[in-house]
């Protein structure tokens, strides 16, 4: 399946990745953002709503990663 992984973290991009069906989006958070980030330090949104982590994903979705807070904000 193909779907469009919006990451917002740091200068941000856009992908189209292809995905095994099945995948879910903790699996997916883990895969682009790597084991040491923490989810709930992210707002992840599929298809512009907030989903669970366990919620699979469907060909054509759109995920966004977008962090809670912004390094060196005050």
Request: net charge positive; glycine share 8%; no cysteine.
């Amino acid at each position: 399946m193909k779907i469009l992984v919006i990451n917002n973290d740091g200068a941000g991009f856009a992908n189209h990745l292809d995905l095994p069906h099945g995948t879910t989006v903790e699996e997916l958070f883990r895969r682009q953002m790597g084991s040491q980030a923490k989810a709930d330090s992210y707002l992840i949104r599929v298809n512009r709503q907030p989903v669970s982590r366990d919620q699979v994903l469907v060909d054509g979705d759109r995920m966004s990663i977008t962090p809670t807070k912004i390094e060196g904000a005050r």
